[in-house]
């Protein structure tokens, strides 16, 4: 689908219904997904009589857009178990052109509200109507507690359970086959498996663009040592690289791999490596400690035994 359509029902400045398809736009990018404001298509309250002096010319190009749009999402407020009456208002002058002014097209019904039924009732009434008005509803969603399950400062559903059931709406809409997003602890387990695989563009595939890794010391650091600072997925090769030039790595055990909050995954697990200067074997437990953003590594700390590799690496001190 090339040409979404996406509007609010809500006259509001401040509607939480936009912020919803505000946070629908940024969750799916490689969908085509036009916002528009309906508040800058003014028209009277509709009657026939005015109607008979001419459609306002805002409403004529809200039309034209609606013809040249292949889907539509709308998210609509409820006002006493209704949709808003600014959102009726918009339709009905939207009819004078055609009953089915919606083209026989897929709609997506969207809602939230503060309270915990997200705007259910309305969003029901609409799905009965929206076949009326020539529109092919393919999915319907609806966000309860809104205040509760929303994260405003970054435009975002934190329920992942509700991010789920929104997922499923959208690929149902778009017709796509719906495959559901990682769990952050997913993320942090698909970048153990490329590891153990030694699957070293499996595991930069895994890290964020602008990452920042933590290898024991949180110091800056010289090219191809190991230990320090590393920043971006350009710096997590050379990371990876000062793994294989000091270690051939002979067992890597994860044992737990957890979800801390705050899209942190804490990891946990024992290693055996082979120090290729000295011969010896390193062994250590490890701790590892890792931000998600946007189902990748964006910061990623790991933390080892560090007396048990000076020992293994024949490093004397005076």
């Known amino acids: 689908m090339k040409n979404i359509l996406a509007f609010s029902g809500s006259n509001s400045p401040d509607s939480i219904n936009e912020k919803l398809i505000q946070s629908v736009i940024e969750r799916y990018p490689e969908y085509d997904i036009n916002l528009i404001d309906l508040k800058q298509f003014e028209a009277p309250i509709y009657s026939p009589s005015i109607q008979a002096k001419g459609i306002p010319k805002p409403i004529q190009d809200l ?17 006493n178990g209704l949709p808003t009456a600014f959102l009726k208002n918009t339709f009905d002058w939207l009819s004078a052109f055609t009953q089915q002014f919606f083209g026989e097209k897929p709609v997506l019904l969207l809602s939230t509200s503060p309270g915990a039924t997200g705007a259910q009732t309305q ?11 020539g529109g092919i509803v393919k999915a319907r969603y ?17 329920n992942k ?7 499923k709406a959208l690929f149902a ?17 698909s970048y153990f498996d490329a590891f153990q695989k030694g699957d070293l563009d ?19 650091r010289l090219k191809e040592q190991l230990h320090g600072i590393y920043r971006t997925r350009k710096e997590a090769r050379q990371f990876l690289r000062n793994i294989v030039s000091l270690f051939e790595t002979k067992e890597f055990i994860v044992d737990t791999v957890l979800e801390a909050g705050d899209n942190l995954v804490v ?12 011969g010896k074997l390193f062994n250590s437990n490890w701790v590892q400690l890792c931000v998600v953003e946007d189902e990748m590594i964006k910061e990623y700390r790991f933390y080892e035994d560090s007396a048990a590799l000076i020992e293994a690496s024949n490093i004397e001190y005076a």
């Open 123 to 133: 969003l029901a009434l609409l799905e009965k109507l929206i076949p009326i008005w």
């Open 142 to 158: 609806s966000l309860g507690s809104f205040n509760e399950n929303f994260d405003t400062n970054y435009n975002t559903i934190t």
């Open 202 to 220: 499996g595991v930069l595939d895994v890290f964020h663009p602008d990452c920042y890794i933590v290898s024991v010391k949180e110091e800056e």
């Open 161 to 167: 359970a509700e991010l789920q059931l929104l997922d």
């Open 267 to 278: 990891a946990k697990g024992t290693f055996s490596h082979l120090v290729r200067s000295s």
């Open 63 to 79: 039309y034209a857009i609606f013809q040249e749009s292949d889907g539509f999402i709308i998210a609509s407020p409820e006002h």
């Open 173 to 189: 809409f778009a017709e796509a086959e719906y495959e559901p997003k990682k769990t952050n602890a997913e993320v942090v387990q």
